[in-house]
């Protein structure tokens, strides 16, 4: 399976491109990015100077390597990747290019070239993707392929370089033979073209050398050597200031010294930066970096080189350094651009691969390590021997949804910035926090037990206490911690996070800051599990049921409407409770596809009934979860299904509760302003329980208020229930709506509420939610 997300690509090119296959460079890369983008065909080929005549490189074709001739650019792709540094068509290359028998020969359909440019500019070839049906590829290949071209750029150019060199150095070699062997003059260009010999077998010797360091320290020393220098040497900029230089690597008489970081201005390495190249003959000593503490008082002769990357911008310098005056200065120069060549390339692949490693492993919007970087480094711990305990927290953020809904994703993203820095701020040496994705976080603690992790817990929740001021927006933030020990509830990295995890749930669910993993936790999580499988099923077969509660006139017990209650039976379970299983389908996705199916239902019941000859006076009520009451297709199904079954709108009322219109209350007022134009009836359901701003309530098309039950029913034992109860239905009074209380046990409720002032009721008092049919035998004749 090809990888599909950018931390999988990324992850993948680093890995590749740190190895090297003995097939060579280029072979190695088509076949790294044929396995990477998932193409049958890649490509990568030279073009002459004249840009008349493409040699191919190395070719991956559908699994194995094979040979091209080289061919004409007239009137083929490649020719408008030379003049355009890319061509991309997705599909029907051939019909395009006829004449390219490549592409026939390949069997192409789609196609992508890009250019591959010299370090210093210039067209060098191309990097060719072909595939046998349309070309798709990852949203990350365009990042993918910059990096190839850019590697691919700078060895070529060194292959070029190496080969011009070994023209010369053959040329220069007849040229010898002919004249004779006697003239002093020629005895010195043997000389030179010997070290240039050494100095090409010595770039090759360290082509062969592990990447990262060691090749550059290897690269360095062959240097010295090739030259006869005292001193060689690779310094970077420094990525914040551009006048301090380090050291990479050092070597002083053939050892490798310590590095250090040092100031140019006024040294010969800051007029390489200026002017690409410095050449001081004789009494470089004076010159050098006061950093270098005298150690380096004996240098005459200093040349130095200029590191530029692909885009010519400078990245540091390459140098040697003579005890003795220097007075072969094109020998060395000419040696040390060979040199200079291959380690900019080199340098260049070492800072896409820390890009490609960032991109895999550290989250863009917080900097954190992200998920992948935490695996590895959790797996890195418990692996440890030295790891005899640890403690993992998962935490996530409660109502983080609200800012993004209220606030936009933008000012969200912000935010988690600031929890980020909070929660690291809080955290001691050696405590690793890294982001999970959305508003998770993860910490690891290593070496602690309960009682310390517990502490531990406690800063987080603290250090978000206060609000936060983003953009002169205030957000107040909590949070739910799971928390889990190593090796006491888990012996693997995934069974840990997993009881995490399942402490986490288990804080959100009773409303605690901080919870540690218990075994019967896992009980919990794996029957509710299964209870969700079996809703998944029931609700796809249809296998759920509709119950009818009447909903009665006060004063007169006559029924004025129903509520619609689901209901479920399930062969293995028996008969589950709402109050399981619809917490169960809002928190696993399902509550929009099971409201669905009650809108359907409902409508469905209501036209039975009508053929039946029964008329149900008042509107039949319809709950409505707030994920449901999110959907922008809400009213257009409520509608759909009214026409599917030839219902009037009017006979419906969708209820919702308050702290589901609150979730998101300016979307909610428009969605009641549209309910309404179409004749549904819309009441606040459980009013009482949660946070509504009057400012909001006076402005949602609201017909009704239905009074909790927890208030109805200890209303006459009560004073602050009472209170309550007697304060809905003034508001409600006062604001036009009216008010039904659920929950009624008694007559002593009933006259309570008369006198209040609510009018309409339903409960145990006057029946229980009844089968279709029984409700039609009891209430519809």
Not at 253 to 266: R, V
Not at 389 to 406: G, R, S, V, W
Not at 466 to 492: C, K, N, R
């Amino acid at each position: 399976m090809h990888p599909t997300s950018a931390p999988e690509i990324f992850r993948q090119l680093a890995d590749k491109l740190s190895y090297v296959s003995e097939e060579g460079f280029f072979h190695h890369l088509v076949r790294s990015l044929a396995d990477i983008l998932g193409v049958d065909h890649v490509v990568v080929e030279h073009v002459d100077s004249h840009q008349s005549i493409s040699t191919t490189l190395a070719v991956w074709s559908q699994g194995e390597f094979i040979e091209l001739a080289p061919y004409s650019l007239q009137n083929t792709p490649c020719q408008q990747v030379a003049n355009h540094s890319r061509l991309f068509v997705a599909c029907q290359i051939r019909e395009q290019f006829p004449a390219d028998q490549r592409l026939a020969a390949l069997k192409a359909e789609g196609y992508l070239g890009i250019s591959i440019a010299a370090p210093g500019g210039g067209f060098l070839g191309a990097i060719v993707l072909m595939h046998s049906s349309a070309l798709g590829l990852p949203p990350y290949a365009d990042e993918v392929l910059r990096i190839a071209a850019a590697l691919a750029g700078a060895e070529l150019a060194r292959q070029l370089a190496e080969s011009q060199t070994r023209e010369r150095l053959l040329h220069k070699k007849l040229a010898l033979q002919r004249i004779g062997r006697y003239n002093e003059d020629l005895i010195n260009t043997l000389h030179e073209q010997q070290r240039f010999q050494h100095a090409v077998v010595s770039v090759a010797t360290a082509i062969s050398a592990e990447n990262g360091e060691a090749f550059l320290h290897q690269l360095t020393a062959h240097m010295a050597e090739a030259l006869s220098a005292e001193v060689g040497f690779i310094a970077l900029l420094d990525e914040q200031d551009a006048d301090i230089a380090h050291t990479l690597t050092l070597y002083v008489h053939g050892q490798c010294q310590d590095n250090f970081a040092y100031y140019l201005p006024g040294v010969p390495c800051h007029k390489v930066m200026i002017e690409q190249e410095c050449i001081v003959h004789e009494g470089a000593a004076i010159m050098l970096p006061a950093e270098s503490n005298g150690a380096l008082s004996w240098v005459n002769g200093y040349v130095g080189r200029r590191l530029d990357d692909s885009h010519g911008q400078p990245m540091g310098l390459i140098g040697v350094m003579f005890k003795k005056p220097l007075n072969d200065v094109e020998v060395v120069r000419n040696v040390l651009q060979i040199f200079a060549a291959r380690a900019a390339s080199e340098l260049e692949r070492q800072q896409d691969e820390v890009r490609i490693r960032q991109l895999a492993f550290c989250d863009a919007g917080t900097q954190l390590p992200n998920r992948s970087a935490f695996m590895r480094h959790l797996e890195n711990v418990v692996a440890d021997p030295q790891t005899t305990e640890l403690a993992l927290l998962l935490l996530d953020l409660n109502h983080f949804k609200e800012i993004n809904d209220t606030a936009g994703h933008d000012l969200g993203d912000l935010v988690l910035k600031a929890v980020a820095e909070r929660f690291a701020a809080s955290l001691t040496e050696g405590q690793y926090l890294a982001r999970l994705g959305g508003d998770e976080f993860v910490v690891v603690c290593p070496g602690v037990q309960a009682n310390s992790a517990l502490a531990t817990a406690q800063r987080l929740c603290d250090s978000i206490a206060l609000p936060f001021m983003v953009e002169q927006h205030s957000f107040e933030l909590s949070v739910g911690i799971g928390l889990a020990l190593y090796p006491q509830d888990a012996a693997t990295p995934l069974e840990l996070l997993k009881h995490a995890d399942i402490a986490m749930y288990q804080a959100k669910r009773q409303k605690l800051p901080v919870c540690v993993f218990e075994p019967w936790m896992e009980r919990i999580v794996a029957e509710q599990l299964h209870i969700a499988k079996r809703l998944a099923s029931a609700i796809a077969e249809k296998q759920l049921s509709l119950h009818f509660q009447p909903q009665v006139d006060l004063h007169s017990g006559r029924l004025i409407g129903a509520e619609a209650l689901c209901r479920w039976h399930d062969e293995e379970l028996g008969q589950v409770s709402p109050g399981k299983f619809i917490p169960i389908a809002e928190e696993r996705g399902m509550v929009v596809a099971l409201g669905s199916w009650v809108i359907e239902e409902a409508c469905r019941q209501l036209a039975a009934w009508r053929e039946q000859g029964h008329s149900m006076p008042g509107q039949l009520a319809i709950n409505i979860a707030a994920q449901q009451f999110e959907e922008d297709d809400l009213v257009a199904s409520v509608l759909n299904r009214c026409a599917q079954f030839a219902v009037e709108a009017s006979q419906l009322s969708l209820e919702i509760t308050e702290s589901g219109i609150m979730e998101n209350p300016e979307k909610a007022i428009a969605i009641t302003e549209v309910l309404k134009s179409k004749g549904l009836g819309l009441s606040i359901d459980d009013f009482g329980t949660g946070y509504s701003s009057l400012a909001y309530l006076k402005r949602f098309a609201a017909d009704k208020i239905k009074i909790d039950i927890s208030f109805v029913r200890d209303m006459l034992t009560s004073d602050n229930d009472r209170v309550i109860v007697a304060t809905i239905i003034a508001m409600a009074n006062t604001l036009g709506l009216e008010t039904i209380a659920e929950g009624i046990e008694n007559q002593d409720q009933i006259t309570a509420l008369l006198a209040l002032g609510c009018a309409q009721g339903q409960g145990y008092y006057f029946d229980r939610p009844l089968t279709a049919k029984e409700f039609a035998e009891r209430w519809l004749r």
